[in-house]
């Protein structure tokens, strides 16, 4: 690389699919278009809409990986150790043919991937965006790493309990916020215009916390609501699958019928957020909250569980209702929102919190740290 080039940094993603992590990510190598950095990729997403396809299409220096996404079992750490092996290799390949100035790992799990032989020839880089995340992972990361990024302050502290030794920054994901708000509704809910259409939007694993969602809707209609509901998320395998067949034998079970749709091919939820009265966030362990930034880019209310990401993002903003865990508090949160002219009040005030999580200000934040980083001496 030429002495006048643009320094790289070479992010690494080792997820096979596309997912939230892997968007916001697109979103950062994206927006450093006409700043002093460069990026190059290496990723397992190989899907047509993927991370990959994208930054191809972008005209980004890109490799591929071949990694799965392991479960905690026994066969799940076999092929951790195996992807670990190649996926080293491959990563030492690439520092050798892009010559970055550090690697940007996004992600907890490509954290483990990156072999030790590759910290000695720049800095390494964490960007955590999990929160269920085993405290021995995060002892043995604190070693291997020179930076941790996290997404949030809740994902920040667990690595401050007890402290560890590598420095950490919050830098909240940032969005097209602007570009967002233009998405046009999608159509084909079925449910009558005057009904209070409330949407989760959540990939199909239990700790999102479907059913929760699920039995608010039910004891919202108990109580007279007219309220319609619809679940945007994807399976990813065999056992998203079977939790997909058990919330909808669950919708039946709570007598909602056409009340609720699953959608599970859409390939943007935004359109769907964007039909909606109301979004809903159930999860407790939500370490950021992708959809509550979306809807409120979009002008709409939000009700969600006040924990973890969703809590610290929505604490003080007049479009958005915090509830207590359980489905009676979710519904009553919904409640809330009855009245369209109150929704129609909150519009403005939505658009200009998200404003606060432009792209702009995390690739800025990120481009900063980046300078420092470059200065910092390598241990």
């Known amino acids: ?130 929160l269920r995340v085993p405290r021995w992972v995060v002892g043995f990361l604190s070693r291997r790493v020179d930076q941790v990024v996290a997404i949030s302050r809740c994902v920040a502290e667990k690595w401050e309990r007890p402290p560890v030794a590598v420095p950490i920054q ?87 019928g056409s009340e609720v749709r699953f959608v599970t091919d859409a390939t943007s939820a935004l359109p769907w957020i964007a039909a909606a009265s109301v979004v809903v966030s159930t999860a407790t362990d939500e370490p950021f909250g992708r959809t509550v930034i979306e809807a409120l880019a979009l002008g709409k209310p939000v009700v969600a569980v006040e924990a973890a990401g969703p809590g610290e993002i929505l604490a003080g903003c007049p479009a958005a209702t915090l509830t207590g865990p359980a489905p009676a508090a979710v519904a009553e949160g919904l409640c809330q929102w009855l009245e369209p002219l109150r929704r129609t009040a909150a519009r403005e005030p939505a658009r200009a919190w998200a404003a606060r999580y432009d792209r702009q200000a995390m690739v800025a934040a990120l481009c900063t740290l980046y300078d420092n980083l470059a200065r910092r001496p390598t241990p």
């Open 170 to 256: 919050v830098v909240p994901n940032g969005f097209e916020v602007a570009a967002m708000a233009t998405t046009e509704p999608a159509r084909g809910w079925g449910t009558p215009a005057k009904a209070l259409r409330a949407v989760l939007v959540a990939d199909l694993v239990p700790w999102k916390r479907h059913e929760v969602f699920l039995e608010a809707l039910a004891l919202a209609r108990q109580a007279g609501v007219e309220v319609a509901g619809l679940v945007v998320g994807r399976p990813r395998s065999a056992r998203d699958r079977g939790y997909l067949r058990d919330l909808v034998g669950t919708a039946a079970r709570l007598g909602l």
């Open 1 to 130: 690389m030429e002495p006048t080039a643009r320094p790289r940094i070479l992010y690494l993603d080792c997820a096979p699919f596309t997912g939230g992590a892997q968007e916001s990510l697109l979103a950062l190598v994206e927006g450093l278009a006409g700043s002093p950095w460069r990026a190059c990729v290496l990723s397992a997403d190989r899907s047509p809409q993927g991370l990959l396809a994208q930054c191809r299409r972008g005209g980004l220096p890109v490799g591929e990986l071949r990694t799965a996404h392991w479960p905690l079992t026994a066969a799940g750490l076999v092929r951790f150790a195996w992807d670990r092996t190649l996926a080293g290799r491959r990563l030492q390949q690439a520092v050798r043919e892009w010559r970055p100035a550090m690697v940007h790992a996004n992600g907890v799990r490509a954290g483990l991937l990156v072999p030790t032989a590759v910290r000695r020839q720049g800095p390494v880089i964490l960007h955590d965006r999990d």
